[in-house]
Every structure is written in C-alpha cells, then in structure tokens.
C-alpha cells in the first residue's frame, strides 16, 4: 500500500500500527515489552526542566501502561489524563492503580483521528510520534497537538535517536535529533530543553532516545 497517497485516518492507523498490534503487545505484559521502565526519570526530569506545576493539565499521548500517570499523582497532579489506541494497555494501568483510576482521565483514541476537545497545558509523547512515517500521519497528529493546546503549553517528546533502533514493536519508526524534532514542530513552538536517554530494555538492550520539550 502507498500510505503517502491515500487520506484517510485509515492510513495513519496503518502506519502507527492497529489497536488489535497493540492490544496483542500488551497482551504479553508491560514489563517485558521494549519500553518498560519501573520510574519514568527521563519523563520527570523534563518535566522539571520545563516547570510544570501539579496544576498543570497534563495528557499522557501514548501513554499505554506507562508508570508516569503514577508519577504524576504522586506528585500531587489533579488533571491527569492518559490516551492510547489499546484499551489492553490503558486496563494495566488502571489495575495498577486501583483505587487511584478513577483520578484519571482515560481515553481510548487513535491519536492521528482524534479530535481534542479541551485543550492541556502539558502533552507529553514518549514513543508514539516516532511512529508516524509518513507526512498525512504527522500532519494529523500536530493537527491534534494544535488543537489540544494553547498559548503557552508545554510539549515534552521522546522518539529514538539517530543511532536508535529503526523498529519499535516490529513497527517502522521515525528517529529524530532535537534539531529534526524542532523542524518537525515548526515555528510556533520553540525548544526549551533537549536530552539524551539510554534507555535498557528489561532484555538488556541499549536504545538511545532523543528528548525535546517546546513551548507554544
Ligand atoms: C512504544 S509504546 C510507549 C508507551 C508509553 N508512552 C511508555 O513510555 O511506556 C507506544 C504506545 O503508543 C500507543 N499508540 C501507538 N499508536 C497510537 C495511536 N495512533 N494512537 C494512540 N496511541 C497509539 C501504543 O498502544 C503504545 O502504548
């Protein structure tokens, strides 16, 4: 299929891989997936870098089972909301929580078809942006970035690096420096902080990831 040609959220899905790819990752567990990380260091470091306060509206895009909505209520945040295509993995996170779920908001979206309809002061994207291969999909997700956001927001982004992996759960990605990251968000946000992360996957590989944060 030339996904370049079609335009439709069909292709983006395609492209980022479908909820069924996803529920049947997570169908395996969380901790044994390639991301998985036990504290979400890189997360909170830029996230302090940028000054976020636990007023803060923060969405988590991609957030899957990820332990930084963990993080957040830790740290006092009220506004929380976490938004994946897989319901499989959001469902982790809630059992995890337990009782604390329910300070969540939880929403399951494919990203490049949803239509936000508040806007945040944090969106936070660790491994998600770097799947979107093509120019409708990325044009799709800043789309909802811009409409999810005003003046004055925050935007921390996680793809892998240069020198990282050229898949992600057997998906083609994207890899980016902060410089190519800033090209791709364009003028209207400006890069506020950058990062290097070696990230150990709990089989022990090394993948180096790209961190940048924006400000709108
Ligand atoms: C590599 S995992 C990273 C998960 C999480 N951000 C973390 O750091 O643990 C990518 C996540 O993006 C989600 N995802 C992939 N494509 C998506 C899309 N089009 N819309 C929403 N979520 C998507 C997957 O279900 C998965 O949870």
């Known amino acids: 299929m030339d996904a370049e040609r079609l335009?439709?959220?069909a292709v983006a899905n395609s492209v980022a891989g479908t909820a069924e790819h996803w529920d049947e990752a997570y169908g395996h567990g969380d901790s044994t997936r390639g991301w998985y990380?036990?504290?979400?260091a890189a997360s909170l470091r830029m996230l302090d870098?940028?000054?976020?306060?636990?007023?803060a509206g923060v969405i988590d895009?991609?957030?899957g089972a990820s332990t930084l909505v963990d993080a957040l209520l830790a740290r006092?945040?009220?506004?929380?909301?976490?938004?994946?295509?897989?319901?499989?993995?959001l469902a982790i996170a809630q059992r995890r929580l337990e009782a604390n779920a329910i300070r969540v908001e939880w929403q399951v979206v494919?990203?490049?078809?949803w239509q936000p309809e508040r806007t945040y002061g944090v969106w936070h994207d660790r491994a998600v942006f770097h799947f979107l291969t093509t120019a409708h999909a990325r044009h799709r997700y800043f789309q909802a970035l811009r409409d999810a956001t005003g003046p004055g927001a925050v935007a921390v982004i996680a793809t892998f690096a240069p020198d990282g992996p050229e898949q992600c759960s057997g998906l083609p990605v994207?890899?980016?420096s902060p410089s190519e990251l800033a090209a791709q968000f364009g003028s209207?946000?400006?890069?506020?902080?950058?990062?290097?992360?070696?990230?150990?996957?709990?089989?022990g590989a090394v993948q180096p990831f790209t961190w940048a944060a924006f400000r709108r």
């Open 49 to 55: 870098r940028c000054s976020v306060t636990p007023e």
């Open 76 to 89: 006092g945040h009220t506004d929380v909301t976490v938004l994946d295509i897989s319901a499989a993995a």
């Open 110 to 113: 494919d990203l490049v078809q």
């Open 7 to 9: 335009h439709n959220g």
């Open 37 to 40: 990380q036990t504290r979400p």
């Open 188 to 203: 209207r946000w400006k890069i506020i902080a950058e990062d290097r992360e070696e990230h150990t996957t709990p089989a």
């Open 174 to 176: 994207a890899r980016y």
């Open 61 to 63: 895009v991609g957030g």
